[in-house]
């Protein structure tokens, strides 16, 4: 597969878009990690649990995935994003805020 073939199925025009396009993958598959993670470790216990990793993930798709919108310059996905942030730090604060709490 040549380079423009690349190029066409991944509609950029430039080595900084495909960088670019190429951060948002990794982004998507980090968070798509998180889904992984929840289902093996929940087949795992027979139940259905959110481990710790599943926010690290979430964590940190997220930042990626918010340096590719705002390149983007996408206001939605900004949005959406940036408002995902609060929620995976503000989990990751409680978890770690009852462990110490804990022992």
């Known amino acids: 597969m040549t380079i423009e073939a690349i190029w066409s199925v991944l509609h950029v025009q430039s080595w900084s878009e ?3 396009v190429t951060v948002g993958l ?5 968070f798509m990690m998180r889904f992984l993670v929840q289902w093996v470790q929940s087949e795992r216990e027979r ?3 959110i481990p710790l990793a599943f926010w690290y993930f979430s964590l940190g798709g997220g930042l990626v995935l918010l340096s590719y919108a705002i390149w983007r310059r ?3 996905f900004i949005l959406g ?3 995902g942030l609060f929620i995976y730090s503000r ?4 978890i770690h805020a009852e462990k110490r709490r804990q022992g």
């Open 91 to 94: 989990n990751l604060w409680l």
């Open 74 to 76: 996408d206001p939605v």
């Open 26 to 30: 990794c982004g998507q598959i980090l």
């Open 47 to 49: 139940r259905s649990v």
């Open 18 to 20: 495909f960088w670019w």
């Open 81 to 83: 994003q940036s408002t």
